[in-house]
């Protein structure tokens, strides 16, 4: 099957930010699916098909709320209560981008790990130096710091924990969103060839000059145990 891009080069977004599309698809090719996937915070799914190369199943949840195309989502669902799934029920689950937008991560990872198969694995990304967005939707920015304090406080074990860009991408994406708002008109001409030219340039200085402590965002991969208990991990 042939993935559907998730990168949209038309237009001055598209040419100002191709290179967060190109990151996440990356992220989103590097990991492992298992048997039935559960994408929470799905949006018009632009994961799904790299999804499907591996999983037997891919369920797309997402709520009434949300500002993406709905086609894709297969149970709406507010993620800040608990989510009508059964317990035990999902061997992966992946969630992109959501987490900032919980007003109560906690519970939402505790529910991640009822919906999880024993020894089933969660994959998160979340942004750390990114812009508001969706809002007024938008409550949190993470450290890795914090994403190990909350994930080991509800019992997921093997957290590794990897920041996705260094400094250099996450500069020029800052500064091309910015500069977007001179990009007006015939203006838009001027502006192209410089994000296309620092966008090019950006992943290579990363390569180079590697700073963990500005980067885009992390990626998350942790396991439920094949021994611990719902009720365990709620008495944590
Ligand atoms: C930044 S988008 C990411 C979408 C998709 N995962 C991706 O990577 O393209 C955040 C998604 O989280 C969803 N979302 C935010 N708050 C939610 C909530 N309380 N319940 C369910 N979905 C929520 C939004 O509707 C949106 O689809």
């Not at 967060?20 to 990356?26: A, G, K, N």
């Not at 086609?71 to 992109?96: H, N």
Request: charged share 25%; with cysteine; hydrophobic share 40%.
């Amino acid at each position: 099957m042939k993935p559907r891009r998730t990168q949209n080069l038309s237009g001055a977004l598209g040419a100002a930010n191709f290179l967060i599309h190109r990151i996440t698809e990356r992220i989103a090719r590097s990991l492992t699916y298992q048997g039935r996937v559960v994408d929470l915070g799905c949006g018009n799914a632009p994961y799904k098909d790299i999804i499907l190369e591996q999983a037997d199943e891919y369920i797309g949840v997402d709520w009434e709320n949300s500002a993406h195309d709905q086609s894709q989502v297969d149970v709406f669902a507010d993620l800040t209560k608990e989510i009508p799934l059964e317990s035990d029920w999902a061997d992966t689950l992946v969630s992109f981008q959501v987490m900032e937008h919980l007003p109560e991560p906690e519970f939402f990872l505790r529910e991640c790990m009822r919906i999880l198969k024993p020894g089933g694995r969660l994959y998160i990304t979340v942004p750390f130096m990114w812009r508001v967005h969706e809002a007024p939707h938008d409550y949190f920015r993470y450290t890795r710091h914090g994403l190990e304090y909350l994930l080991s406080k509800v019992q997921f074990e093997q957290i590794e924990i990897t920041e996705y860009t260094g400094f250099w991408q996450m500069f020029v994406l800052k500064f091309n969103y910015h500069s977007l708002r001179y990009a007006k008109g015939p203006l838009k001409y001027f502006w192209v060839p410089i994000w296309l030219l620092n966008q090019t340039i950006a992943p290579w200085l990363d390569r180079v000059d590697r700073n963990p402590n500005e980067p885009v965002g992390y990626v998350v991969s942790a396991r439920r145990s094949e021994s611990n208990s719902h009720s365990k991990a709620k008495a944590a």
